[in-house]
């Protein structure tokens, strides 16, 4: 009955509308190289705020399974991956392009990203249930560790250096700490300013840092308008189901190592499609074409992360947990529309929430006919001139900012964002620490001084539970075993 209600709200004409215009704006979004799926999500959100929640929740979703595939469209025939996603495997896929196979690489992704995709809708609407009957049990013991995991694993899985993800960790719980403390009402970092009282808005430093900070990016090192590769959309699908069969068994494994990666909080899809691609190209029997060019690596490879999508939405939804910074953008979204995430949200309105999990199957079932209108107008959307394109981008950050807060203070908040946004990624910072420590700091501040008054002060009670136990050590172990292997292998080396 729950099903069959979320179908109806789908199938309303505003919601469909909203999906289909989203689906086409995530696609384009995403095959321009250097516009990541969360930047597309980030600029969407201002116009979330005028939608009822099941067309702004529908909407988005779909935006990030369509945009999260785009990547892999440059990523083919210019080397440039449209997302950090399509990295992993942007080179066999140009390369293959390079031998005049860039239908057969971009159609096998396309299916690969479809199959993956419909994996981790089915992994989040069968598992995210079963998880939030477990989790009604949790207290703030269980949420503070699983808060401390997410910041973690968010060093742990970004890209750069510990210490300069350490480092942007810190800068989003300094951004989440201003404004007024949660237990007693002190004002923090507000230096006198009213403006400052209520926080900073999520939305505008979101914005700032992954929309405006492209800008400026642009502004210091403009993008010149590439040559495509010639292509034949007419035998986009020749050849391409045969190799799927061939490698049906990868890319089921590929997709549940999407699922998995992407519900451990702050690793994300470009972890995931890294992983699986290593996977892939340890155990395939045709090793050597690893490199040169091979859909071995690109089936599994793009299955794993569209399937991380759904996987890092379990966390999202049943803890209120961003499983990578494009959910904490959907946790941000559910906030705003009055949806607390959490297990309660389950029992109160399961209706609309299955309504998204389902707008997220939907949304990558119809992947494939709108992947291959991607591919087929794929010149069209790199014949803008890349200048006009930022100036539109500029354009509807300044918009979306002030629509938000109606204020002129969060245009101000949203540039300063987007200078931070532009530092940190010009020194190898990671962006996504920053988003999970404003996401997360607030929850993590406000379970640890609620189990700290239960436990009286006592810290043996943090592990006197035993799932806040088995989470506490797994955070520690995160901590504690990369430093003593670290330790012993200079010592090693000493010797």
Not at 75 to 96: D, F, I, V
Not at 176 to 191: I, K, Y
Not at 254 to 280: F, H, L, T
């Amino acid at each position: 009955m729950v099903a069959y209600d979320s179908l109806m709200l789908l199938l309303e004409p505003t919601t469909l509308a909203v999906i289909l215009g989203c689906a086409a704006y995530g696609l384009v979004v995403g095959a321009i190289p250097g516009f990541t799926a969360t930047m597309a999500v980030a600029l969407l959100v201002p116009m979330t705020y005028f939608l009822d929640p099941v067309p702004a929740l529908a909407g988005i979703v779909t935006l990030a399974a369509m945009a999260i595939f785009a990547g892999d469209i440059p990523g083919a025939l210019l080397r440039m991956p449209g997302t950090p996603a399509s990295a992993a495997y942007a080179n066999e896929s140009y390369l293959m392009a390079q031998r005049g196979e860039a239908e057969t690489a971009l159609g096998v992704g396309l299916v690969a990203s479809a199959l993956g995709g419909v994996f981790g809708a089915l992994m989040l609407i069968l598992g995210a249930p079963l998880l939030a009957e477990i989790s009604l049990n949790f207290s703030s013991f269980e949420y503070f560790w699983l808060a401390c995991l997410g910041l973690v694993a968010a060093i742990a899985a970004s890209n750069a250096t510990p210490a300069k993800g350490a480092i942007s960790l810190f800068i989003g719980l300094t951004i989440g700490m201003v404004g007024l403390d949660p237990v007693m009402g002190q004002q923090r970092f507000t230096f006198g300013n009213i403006n400052l009282i209520g926080g900073l808005a999520f939305i505008p430093v979101l914005i700032g840092l992954f929309a405006v900070s492209e800008a400026f990016r642009f502004g210091a090192k403009p993008i010149e308008r590439p040559d495509i590769l010639p292509m034949s959309p007419k035998s986009l699908f020749v050849g391409v189901f045969s190799h799927v069969r061939r490698l049906k068994w990868p890319v089921l494994r590929g997709s549940a190592i999407g699922s998995v990666v992407g519900a451990i909080p702050g690793a994300g899809a470009d972890i995931a499609a890294y992983i699986s691609y290593a996977v892939a190209r340890r155990s395939s029997p045709r090793k050597a074409e690893f490199g040169t060019g091979s859909v071995d690596g690109i089936a599994p490879a793009t299955a794993a992360n569209n399937a991380a999508v759904g996987g890092a939405m379990i966390p999202a939804t049943v803890f209120g947990i961003p499983g990578d910074s494009l959910t904490a953008v959907i946790i941000g979204v559910l906030y705003m529309k009055g949806l607390n995430p959490g297990p309660t949200v389950f029992i109160m309105q399961p209706t609309l929430l299955y309504a998204i999990f389902i707008a997220f199957l939907i949304a990558n079932i119809v992947m494939v006919p709108f992947g291959f209108g991607a591919i087929v107008l794929f010149r069209r959307i790199l014949s803008a001139p890349p200048g006009v394109v930022m100036a539109l981008v500029t354009l509807a950050c300044i918009v979306g900012a002030f629509a938000v807060e109606n204020t002129t203070f969060a245009i101000l908040v949203m540039l300063a964002a987007g200078l931070l946004g532009f530092y940190l990624e010009e020194n190898d910072f990671p962006l996504a620490p920053v988003i999970l420590g404003i996401v997360l700091g607030p929850i993590l501040e406000s379970t640890f001084l609620a189990s700290l008054a239960k436990s009286q002060g006592s810290f043996a009670e943090f592990f006197s539970r035993p799932i806040a136990g088995s989470l506490g050590a797994i955070t520690i172990a995160i901590i504690v075993v990369p430093l003593l292997y670290s330790t012993l292998k200079r010592r090693k080396r000493s010797i």
